[in-house]
């Protein structure tokens, strides 16, 4: 890597997972996502794209609510 350069991120074994019982549906990790992978339906976060998504953890970093998140197997 040379200096200055950005790495971005890969895709490890990680599983995007939504606890749909703690989300409020306040869309915040709708509006970070990079890849457009969340949507809002029926007042709730739904992965509309699994396979757009990067891993890059915005969402969960986002979440007030810690509803959704990147877990390993």
Known sequence: MYKGEIELPT???KTLTVDK???KGCGICV????????EIKEGKVNI???EA???CG??????PDFA???GGK
Not at 31 to 38: G, Q, R, S, Y
Not at 58 to 63: A, F, M, N, S
């Open 58 to 63: 915005q969402c969960e970093l986002r979440c």
């Open 53 to 55: 998504c990067i891993q």
């Open 68 to 70: 959704i998140y990147l």
């Open 31 to 38: 509006a970070f996502c990079p890849k457009n992978v969340l």
């Open 21 to 23: 019982k703690w989300c």
């Open 11 to 13: 895709k490890t074994d």
């Open 48 to 50: 509309k794209d699994l």
